[in-house]
């Protein structure tokens, strides 16, 4: 069975500091798929990022980047410099590949930044 | 930029009522889907749809749930007859290419149940 931790209930920093949000999983696939996902106060929710599990180089957006370990199955998210917009719910998700693609969301980690 | 909506944005219903939430998905893509968040909670996953059926659904889509395209353009999550623990933010998505491909979200629809 699948399963992704996100240990970190909350989160508080102030604007400018740097933020590492973390994801364990576990799956017994060879194949699957990560995502992160941003839920920001108004509650919709917006794709970040997906990551296959033959592709573990890092990726980095803006401010945004990400660190995708197999050997600690964890696929943590990294804010550089954070807003007071980066304030939100930030949700790690997995699907796995061989067969049922129905993906398993951590319970999300909110940040806070403050001004 | 296109975009998944849904309507209504809010919806209070009476225990027991059906309800019908709808979802207009992004227009070339093939896969739908339907999550739920009850408040405060986690993303939780209910179905998914391609080529007008099922793919998959979880535990929690029971015989009350039923989904629908019933024209080009919509996508339906049907309850049958809500109870008090259905009372949550339903979002569906949509993927252009296959079930892990990137989903697109729509902004969600509050269901109240009463």
């Known amino acids: 069975a699948q399963k992704v931790t996100q240990a970190q209930t909350e989160i508080s920093v102030v604007e400018k500091e740097d933020v590492t949000l973390d994801c364990v999983y576990e799956?017994?696939?060879?194949?699957?798929?990560l995502f992160w996902y941003k839920q920001p106060p108004s509650g919709e929710l917006v794709f970040l990022i997906r990551?296959?599990?033959?592709?573990?180089q890092n990726e980095i957006s803006g401010r945004y980047s990400w660190n995708f370990q197999k050997s600690t199955s964890s696929f943590n998210f990294t804010i550089t410099a954070s807003q007071v917009v980066d304030s939100a719910v930030y949700f790690c998700?997995?699907?796995?590949?061989?067969?049922?693609?129905?993906?398993?969301f951590g319970r999300g980690t909110s940040l806070i930044v403050h001004p | 930029e296109p975009e998944v909506t849904q309507t209504p944005s809010h919806q209070v219903t009476q225990m027991g009522q059906e309800v019908i939430l709808r979802c207009v998905p992004i227009?070339?893509?093939?896969?739908f889907y339907w999550y739920r968040q009850i408040l405060g909670q986690k993303v939780e996953f209910l179905v998914s749809?391609?080529?007008?059926?099922?793919?998959?659904k979880s535990e929690i889509f029971d015989d009350q749930f039923s989904v629908e395209r019933p024209d080009g353009s919509n996508f339906t999550l049907k309850i049958r007859s809500t109870k008090l623990e259905d009372s949550a933010m339903y979002f569906c998505?949509?993927?252009?290419?296959?079930?892990?491909?990137?989903?697109?979200f729509g902004p969600g629809t509050r269901l109240t149940v009463l």
């Open positions: 998505a949509s993927s252009d290419i296959a079930f892990t491909d990137t989903q697109y």
């Open positions: 799956t017994r696939d060879t194949t699957y798929y």
């Open positions: 990551r296959n599990s033959f592709d573990e």
């Open positions: 998700a997995l699907s796995e590949g061989g067969g049922s693609y129905i993906p398993t």
């Open positions: 227009s070339n893509h093939l896969y």
């Open positions: 749809f391609y080529n007008n059926e099922i793919s998959e």
